[in-house]
């Protein structure tokens, strides 16, 4: 008897830095070391399962008595882990599904071997098109069943798997040639490029049956010109005055993405943690202030040293520029210097005395 096809994976790989990770540091700042091991424990269960797990009200009751952890507070956790991008908001509110784009990174090089693997369009975060051994499944949307292939074909599928006869009506995956994907890109606006598009019959709707084929990637979601990126490569030059060995990315658009992110969360969101109905969004000029003030001070500017740490650390900043720059913490700083240098001048004088007594 043949061995069944194992979907997930056996063990899977685990960063021994990913508490420096800002947004796993988050989680554990947060939550402490529950919500860290509640984010493992999904990793686990995600990974089991293949590159997804279900996320119903049935899923989070059976997970919250696995991990004994009360369920609202692993609501709180599993809502802050997508709030910051560690699990996929939009996957979530569509299908209750929990994945990610690293999350399907790491699973498809760990089955990169396999002859054929698995996955469903609509979960799809990754660009698939340098994998030779996927098998692309849908939807069904009302009955949530997955079929195969149901009568259409993304741009890119080979011409030799399916033919336009193909009934629409669900069937059994044994009964139908799953298609390999060749060309097909996900999550974009951009116009697929007409060369790669296979022509459909007149008659075809698009609809539950015959999705279409996800336009190509359309490269980084902040170019040049954006006020964010512009914000991440200022917190990076100054990062660089300080110390032009200090690990930062390249300058340019894809590389400074994950910035350019967390900028665009802070003038909009605000803080780690605030939701955009809050309007605890700073401006642009207020950002540009903190950033100035946190690499000129002694301690931040060794600890501010990605766009993600400042925004982790905002109000904190906020606060303590505010409290050294008023007029009263001005003079009681200036009249702590003055002791100092006075207590220095004291200690010189006693130590000259000394010598002078010895001889």
Known sequence: MARPTKEGLDYFPLDVDIDRDDDVYYIEAKHGLIGFAVLIRLYMRIYDNGYYCKWTEKEQMIFSRQVNVDKNTLSEIVNDCIEVGLLDADVYKKYSVLTSKGIQKRFLEAVNRRKEVHMIREYILVDINDYSNLVIESINSGSNEVNVNNNHQPEGINDDIMSAETPQSKVKKSKVKKSRVNNYRPNSESSPDPSQEKSKPANQEEGPDNLPAKPEDNGPKFDEE??????????????????????????????????????????????????????????????????DWCQQDPFWKSNILSAGK???????????????????????????????????AMEEDRQGNTEVNVL
């Not at 300080?242 to 803080?271: C, F, H, I, Y």
């Open 310 to 344: 400042l925004r982790e650390k905002i109000v904190t900043l906020e606060n303590q520029m505010k409290n050294r720059s008023s007029p009263r913490n001005k003079q009681a700083r200036k009249d702590e210097m003055l002791r100092e240098l006075y207590q220095e």
């Open 226 to 291: 954006s006020i964010p990126y512009k914000a991440a490569c200022y917190l990076r030059a100054k990062i660089l005055e300080n110390n032009k060995r200090a690990q930062v990315p390249n300058k340019d658009p894809a590389s400074m993405e994950a910035w350019a992110t967390e900028m665009d969360r802070l003038n909009r969101l605000g803080p780690v943690g605030a939701k955009e109905s809050e309007n605890k969004g700073y401006t642009w000029e207020e950002i540009g202030k903190i950033i």
